[in-house]
């Protein structure tokens, strides 16, 4: 049921502010897990040389500054080739530079594999070699350093995920898996059961050795239009009165006018709000109705969790890493300010930390399993029937 109205007594807002804070201090609130990240691949509609000196160079060089600029934030990268590359163009302050923020968890190195590799069409022998070579580079540029070791598996654009992959991932010391494309119809499925966060049996020979905790984002990798700031979305501003139209990337690098959304600090931050709350299926009905920044919007929500990973990155992102971090902290600002009114909040995480928290509170009947001979073949990303 939408409720919806223009001028609320002081009665009913009064009565409204009572229910949420009763069911956010009863259940708490959502907590998001922000993963800054780019997804560069290495090769694609251009060379992975050309991809380098054009786009990666400035990702990274830009990215590390700001992780350097402010303690609080955080990144996580995942291809190897490109990483190295530019970590030997730096000069010693800079490698060390970099090395303490990996220490530190600040940056996280994730996958690591010389590319974010096939699974499809692959032989396990030429992924074995991929991640050998990935992580044999790792170890030289950080010296040995445990924490350059990458225990979670970031796998978002390889077009399906294949049965071998729990029992050879675990072989090499990986944790966690998390994939995005696999067929749609499954991804459905298994959201409806709740079933997107699951122990994935690779071997029945190899049993627990080959259980993988795999965890399928819900929507994409892909940071919603409004947020990217650095194709062209227009950027949050502080004003909370004055309308300011959004622009924001659509599709294919088209930019679309949304004429129903608002750009100011409150607009948006109910924008991410809702966004949150639908993709994790976490809220039953809800007041939400965009009106102007000035007005009081109330939701009304139902937990079965309190933790969404939520990708802030896309395709070559973060080249604008200003635009990126400080639109994003005007939201952060905003919301964690007003836990009440919005029942969320917003924090960066590497993919280390979000999984550590999500698995320190598993549920109270453990995790789904899901075993062999599944796999996630083939892949389609069109809807299609039941028939």
């Known amino acids: 049921m939408w409720l919806a109205w223009s001028k609320p007594t002081l009665a009913v807002r009064l009565l409204l502010l009572v229910v949420v804070a009763l069911v956010v201090g009863v259940r708490g609130q959502v907590e998001v897990s922000l993963i800054a990240h780019s997804h560069c691949d290495a090769g694609w ?27 609080v934030r955080r990144f996580v990268w995942a291809e190897t080739v490109y990483f190295s590359w530019w970590f030997g163009e730096q000069d010693a302050a800079m490698k ?3 090395r303490a923020l990996v220490d530190s968890g600040r940056l ?20 074995i070699n991929q991640f050998t070579l990935g992580h044999e580079t790792l170890e030289q540029i950080f010296q040995g350093s445990e924490s350059s070791q990458p225990t979670v598996a970031w796998s978002i654009d390889p077009f399906g995920s294949s049965s071998s992959t729990p029992a050879l991932l675990r072989a090499m010391g990986f944790q ?13 499925e298994r959201s409806s059961a709740k079933q997107l966060q699951f122990n994935w049996h690779g071997s029945p020979s190899l049993g627990e050795d080959a259980v993988l905790f795999t965890h ?32 924001f990337f659509f599709k294919k690098n088209k930019i679309k006018k949304n004429t129903h959304t608002n750009c100011c600090v409150r607009s948006i931050a109910l924008e991410l709000v809702s966004t949150c709350k639908q993709r994790a299926g976490w809220f039953m009905t809800s007041t939400f109705k965009y009106v102007s920044c000035e007005r009081t919007y ?20 973060f080249d604008d890493a200003a635009a990126m971090f400080e639109n994003m902290e005007k ?38 399993d899901f075993s062999l001979p599944k796999d996630y073949l083939p892949f389609e990303d069109i809807p299609c029937t039941t028939k």
Not at 56 to 69: G, Q
């Open 96 to 98: 060390q530079a970099v």
């Open 216 to 247: 399928t984002l819900d929507s994409w990798y892909w940071v919603p239009g409004f947020m990217n700031w650095d194709m062209g979305a227009t950027p949050v501003t502080d004003d909370n009165i004055q309308y300011v139209p959004c622009l």
């Open 45 to 71: 509609k251009k060379t992975v040389e050309q991809y380098y000196d054009e786009q990666v160079r400035t990702i990274l060089t830009n990215t590390v500054d700001h992780l350097l600029a402010d303690p």
């Open 331 to 368: 939201l952060i600002t905003e919301i964690n300010a007003n836990p009440v009114k919005y029942g969320v909040k917003l924090t960066y995480k590497t993919l280390s930390e979000y999984f550590d928290a999500i698995q320190s509170a598993p549920p109270a009947n453990g995790w789904p």
């Open 298 to 317: 109330f939701f009304f929500f139902f937990f079965l969790s309190d933790n969404l990973l939520f990708p802030f990155g896309h395709d070559f992102a």
């Open 108 to 127: 996280e190195i994730v996958h690591g594999g010389w590319v974010m590799d096939d699974e499809a069409s692959t032989l396990p022998i030429a992924r």
């Open 176 to 188: 966690v898996y998390v994939n995005d494309r696999i067929s749609l119809r499954t991804k459905t």
